[in-house]
């Protein structure tokens, strides 16, 4: 079901080809509510609004409350709605599964799940935003600001309108996340600090590029706060090398130590992964 290109059914299975080959789908009346289908898994992969999560908010809610496993990549309804939507598939015994909402398909809670399972997280790093993150990486190397936004806009990563990523907006909705689903805070959106990036930023990422140093989109969360901020690091830091579209956390964990883990130049597909292997986890642990 989408907003602009109709809706489709087949209890059957769809045919993919078919439909992806077409610029609408086979339905153009309005679409059923969500609970009105009998699906077992909900994949929601909506618009963001980063200011409410809505309306994708409500339909993971409604999912959840007809008995669906829900996947999403759309950091909106999880940084403000983690706890209830939690709360509601731990209610009727189903999974709530959202890898792909903060880096792609960086492991972040798939590792805490399975790798860190009884590990506390105290302090968070890390560069979550891959438009920022570039646009810097292209200033420090001499590239007009506005032709490194426009190549970033025609490669799909950045949004036609960059306000969200630029103005921190994408960062705080997942560093909510992380700090909510990983560290077990109680954040909201408006908690975190942002300092946008902007050309004068860019700037200062040519400049400190001269004097071997990067500007990096960094996120920071612990219990002194959260604040994302373009921060100059240098060499001996471990996002010193995180360039590009690259995108890196950093994890100060009580017991399995520092850990640092990066995901080098993503894309559409990695996010389209992140979404497979959340549906994949969901079908291994029905068979359990």
């Known amino acids: 079901m989408t907003k602009s290109h109709g809706w489709a059914r087949n209890d059957k299975g769809l045919q993919l080809s078919a439909l992806l080959a077409s610029d609408h789908l086979t339905e153009q009346s309005a679409s059923p509510a969500v609970r009105a289908l009998a699906a077992e898994v909900l994949v929601e992969i909506s618009t963001l609004n980063p200011r409410t999560g809505e309306p994708a908010l409500t339909t993971m809610r409604e999912a959840l409350q007809a008995g669906m496993d829900v996947i999403t990549a759309n950091k909106g309804p999880i940084a403000y709605g983690f706890r209830e939507l939690e709360g509601l598939a731990q209610a009727h015994g189903k999974q709530l ?65 960059p306000s969200n990523d630029l103005e921190g907006w994408d960062a705080a909705l997942k560093a909510t996340i992380v700090a909510n689903a990983v560290m077990g805070l109680d954040l909201k959106v408006s908690d975190v600090v942002r300092e ?25 969360i612990g219990p002194f706060g959260t604040r994302w901020a373009p921060v100059e690091v240098g060499p001996d830091d471990p996002f010193y090398a995180v360039d590009g579209f690259s995108m890196a956390i950093e994890l100060d964990t009580d017991v399995a130590g520092h850990l640092a883990i990066a995901l080098h130049q993503p894309h559409v597909e990695q996010t389209a992964f992140g979404l497979l292997a959340d549906l994949v986890d969901i079908e291994t642990h029905r068979s359990w």
């Open 97 to 161: 599964r959202f890898e792909s909402a903060v880096a792609d398909n960086l492991p972040v809670f798939n590792l805490m799940r399975f790798g860190l399972p009884t590990a506390k997280v105290g302090l968070v790093r890390g560069i979550l935003n891959s438009t920022t993150n570039y646009l810097l990486s292209q200033a420090a190397r001499g590239v007009p600001w506005k032709d490194a936004l426009a190549e970033a806009q025609r490669l799909g990563i950045a949004e036609r309108d």
């Open 196 to 220: 946008p990036v902007t050309e004068e930023v860019g700037e200062r990422a040519c400049e400190a590029a001269s004097r071997g140093m990067r500007i990096r989109p960094l996120a920071a």
